[in-house]
């Protein structure tokens, strides 16, 4: 029972799976810059899975790097403080956000997008994927 429970702690410790081209680990600050601290329940998304999330950044040819993250949990269900939180964060990392291009698509999909500007003058990018359920965002630099 001991060594079950060690097993199990070390698998969630590293929460890690590969499901169809897609890899999710666990994030608790952003891979490209880790002053900026993420909210509780996300994950970062890897590999071939994420095309479709990267597609509807805009210009994505602008930006060097792009990582996709998600909300799972609790994190998923309270949407309006979840997002909050993360724009809190980015700005507690030196990055402030200009006011939101919004969008509503088909699905229920709302796609919002912030143009940061990091402390050193670098221009980023956050989008925000909210689907019913579902929050995802990008971010680039």
Same mark, same amino acid.
């Given at each position: 029972?001991?060594?079950?429970?060690?097993?199990?702690?070390?698998?969630?410790?590293?929460?890690?799976?590969?499901?169809?081209?897609?890899?999710?680990?666990?994030?608790?600050?952003?891979?490209?810059?880790?002053?900026?601290?993420?909210?509780?329940?996300?994950?970062?998304?890897?590999?071939?899975?994420?095309?479709?999330?990267?597609?509807?950044?805009?210009?994505?040819?602008? &930006?060097?790097?792009?990582?996709? #993250?998600?909300?799972?949990?609790?994190?998923?269900?309270?949407?309006?403080?979840?997002?909050?939180?993360?724009?809190?964060?980015?700005?507690?990392?030196? &990055?402030?956000?200009?006011?939101?291009?919004?969008?509503?698509?088909?699905?229920?999909?709302?796609?919002?997008?912030?143009?940061?500007?990091?402390?050193?003058?670098?221009?980023?990018?956050?989008?925000?994927?909210?689907?019913?359920?579902?929050? #995802?965002?990008?971010?680039?630099?």
């Amino acid at each position: 029972m001991r060594k079950l429970l060690w097993t199990l702690l070390l698998s969630l410790s590293f929460a890690q799976a590969q499901l169809s081209g897609l890899i999710v680990s666990s994030a608790t600050s952003l891979a490209l810059d880790p002053s900026v601290q993420l909210p509780p329940g996300t994950f970062r998304l890897l590999g071939q899975g994420t095309a479709s999330i990267l597609a509807f950044v805009p210009h994505p040819s602008r &930006y060097a790097h792009l990582q996709v #993250y998600e909300a799972t949990g609790l994190a998923m269900g309270l949407e309006a403080g979840y997002v909050h939180d993360l724009l809190t964060d980015f700005a507690l990392g030196g &990055y402030f956000a200009s006011a939101p291009t919004t969008r509503t698509l088909s699905g229920g999909l709302r796609e919002d997008i912030y143009h940061l500007q990091g402390s050193s003058g670098q221009p980023a990018l956050l989008l925000i994927l909210l689907e019913p359920h579902q929050i #995802y965002f990008v971010v680039g630099e």
